[in-house]
């Protein structure tokens, strides 16, 4: 049973650097094929896609958000963690972990952590 | 903004068939998967591939796809398919994943 949490501050301020952490089960990220990503959803709007680490360390990040966002994973541990920096108060949203499978897409969801930012 | 435009809302009868579509130029190249999220949930995928329904996800969903334009269809839309659809797919500037805007489904 594959499954995702995320896990981070609720709170946080404006310019501070967000940690989130992405702890996985059911799956592992040395796989061919395994990858996960971090997807974002302000309060009432779309869905974003922000970052993806491949099993091979391969990282993508979104063009607009690139500069401020840096995805790694820990096999061992079964987890892959995302910062963002300099955050703003646009930024507050339900930040979402997922696995993707290459020949499938994105096929499984975490529960998704709400972060906002105010000072 | 999304490279992937959706409908912002489209509504259905009950028991009817109703198709939701995304249109983008990547579309043209890469098939779309879909996602039904309902309020405070997760997203959860319905379609992905040429037309593939993971396991547990009705027959009555279907997916389909003509140049630049993906669809989503339900045949026989029932009251637990109220939610809102979001399609995903490559990008052509850069991104391996983006999403559509979001379609609300109301079944009346």
């Known amino acids: 049973q594959v499954t995702l949490r995320e896990s981070g501050p609720a709170l946080v301020k404006p310019t501070q650097t967000l940690t989130l952490t992405c702890t996985f089960s059911g799956f592992s990220l040395s796989t061919s094929g395994m990858c996960v990503s971090w997807i974002r959803q302000p309060p009432g709007k779309a869905l974003e896609w922000l970052a993806r680490i491949d099993w091979d360390d391969d990282k993508y990040y979104s063009t607009s958000l690139k500069t401020r966002l840096t995805i790694s994973k820990d096999t061992s541990k079964n987890q892959v963690v995302l910062t963002m920096t300099n955050m703003d108060p646009v930024d507050t949203a339900t930040y979402y972990c997922?696995?993707?499978?290459?020949?499938?897409?994105?096929?499984?969801w975490g529960q998704g952590t709400l972060v906002t930012v105010s000072s | 903004s999304s490279e992937l435009t959706q409908d912002p809302a489209v509504s259905v009868a009950l028991g009817q068939t109703v198709r939701i579509t995304c249109q983008g130029d990547?579309?043209?190249?890469?098939?779309a998967s879909w996602y039904q999220q309902k309020p405070g949930q997760a997203p959860v995928l319905v379609i992905y591939?040429?037309?593939n329904r993971p396991s547990g996800i009705p027959d009555r969903f279907s997916g389909s796809s003509s140049g630049n334009t993906a669809s989503l269809t339900i045949t026989g839309a029932q009251a637990e398919d109220e939610a809102d659809y979001y399609c995903?797919?490559?990008?052509?500037?850069?991104?391996?994943?983006?999403f559509g805007g979001g379609t609300k489904l109301t079944v009346l």
């Open positions: 591939g040429k037309n």
């Open positions: 997922a696995r993707i499978h290459l020949n499938i897409g994105i096929d499984y």
């Open positions: 990547s579309l043209r190249s890469y098939y």
């Open positions: 995903n797919s490559r990008d052509s500037s850069g991104n391996p994943l983006v």
